[in-house]
């Protein structure tokens, strides 16, 4: 009944940036948290940030300063700037929704990941 969808990933330079989306559809009434997870080859996923349906933001200390997750509820998307990239920040991002949705004459809520993007930082 939904579906994430990220894009925006890619190939760049250490220092650059890069900024992925990440799209909701499907039969929703409304998206409580979003937040964007990491996974690098060998090692296990791990948050990065989330925002809020009010804006609150919460940031692994890794990325603090350099990445900024953002959301538009009326297009019921998300968004990762990452500025001054380094080669570790080289993984697979996955976007995550906290979602209430319509299921016949009920509403349930669900968890659900996007398919994830990958970005590759050089040296």
């Known amino acids: 009944q939904v579906q994430l969808v990220e894009s925006g990933g890619g190939l760049v330079q250490a220092g650059g940036s890069l900024r992925l989306s990440c799209a909701a559809s499907g039969s929703i009434f409304s998206i409580n948290v979003m937040g964007w997870y990491r996974q690098a080859p060998g090692k296990q996923r791990e948050l990065v940030a989330t925002i809020t349906s009010g804006g609150s933001t919460n940031y692994a200390d890794f990325v603090k300063g350099r990445f900024t997750i953002s959301r538009d509820n009326a297009k019921k998307m998300a968004y990762l700037q990452m500025n001054s990239l380094k080669p570790e920040d080289t993984a697979v991002y996955y976007c995550?929704?906290?979602?209430?949705?319509?299921?016949?004459?009920?509403?349930?809520?669900?968890?659900?990941w996007g398919q994830g993007t990958q970005v590759t930082v050089s040296s």
């Open positions: 995550n929704m906290g979602v209430i949705y319509y299921s016949g004459s009920y509403y349930r809520r669900g968890d659900y």
